[in-house]
T-cell receptor, first 116, second 111 residues
Framework: NAGVTQTPKFQVLKTGQSMTLQCAQD?????MYWYRQDPGMGLRLIYY???????DKGEVPNGYNVSRLNKREFSLRLESAAPSQTSVYFC???????????????FGDGTRLSIL | SQQGEEDPQALSIQEGENATMNCSYK?????LQWYRQNSGRGLVHLIL?????REKHSGRLRVTLDTSKKSSSLLITASRAADTASYFC???????????FGAGTTVTVRA
């Protein structure tokens, strides 16, 4: 049971290049999230998908696009990378409320992205 | 903008001592969660407290919530080297699916 898997783990891009970060979960969760983590700033939500077929902007969506490919997969795309997008990107997933009214989020181990 | 702010930013303690960290937030919440992040890894959920609860325990963890002061604390008792990590509070508001994370407290447990 792998949980949340992110690929790649590391990537270096040049300014202006495009890139898709992949995320897949095997827990049959409905909701999925993309965050970025910068030093001293905690996690900031980029986009989320409350359920398959829906996506919504988070706190810092500019420069990013997402695709909820199916229930398992949620990808994040940088169309034209900028140095300000150098960060660690985390994908997370969460089940729908059931036994727990507020189910916790489960995180992947991140993609470390450097843009030169 | 981020909802939660942790205090202190960093904490260094001796193995066996207790570690206490605080989280303050700005707007009404329906739940507050604490997560741990080991170096180079993703966040792991530790404990959740609902807005109508004042205290919860889980193993060596104790969480308190004071909604009148918009603050929470996480206590780790009898710390171990394996507790070395960053700890984040996250708040949930309304009926949506989102969490707002603070900037975290980095805890170092010295052997």
């Amino acid at each position: 049971n792998a949980g949340v898997t992110q690929t790649p783990k590391f990537q270096v891009l040049k300014t202006g290049q495009s890139m898709t970060l992949q995320c897949a979960q095997d827990m049959n969760h409905n909701s999925m999230y993309w965050y970025r983590q910068d030093p001293g700033m905690g996690l900031r939500l980029i986009y989320y998908s409350a359920s398959e077929g829906t996506t919504d902007k988070g706190e810092v969506p500019n420069g990013y696009n997402v695709s909820r490919l199916n229930k398992r997969e949620f990808s994040l795309r940088l169309e034209s990378a900028a140095p300000s997008q150098t960060s660690v990107y985390f994908c997370a997933s969460r089940s729908s409320p059931g036994t727990s009214i507020y189910p916790p989020q489960h995180f992947g181990d991140g993609t470390r992205l450097s843009i030169l | 903008s981020q909802q939660g702010e942790e205090d202190p930013q960093a904490l260094s303690i001796q193995e066996g001592e207790n570690a206490t960290m605080n989280c303050s937030y700005k707007t009404s919440i329906n739940n507050l969660q604490w997560y741990r992040q080991n170096s180079g890894r993703g966040l792991v959920h530790l404990i959740l407290i609902r807005s109508n609860e004042r205290e919860k325990h889980s193993g060596r963890l104790r969480v308190t919530l004071d909604t009148s002061k918009k603050s929470s604390s996480l206590l780790i008792t009898a710390s171990r080297a394996a507790d070395t990590a960053s700890y984040f509070c996250a708040t949930g508001q309304g009926g949506d699916y989102k969490l707002s994370f603070g900037a975290g407290t980095t805890v170092t447990v010295r052997a």
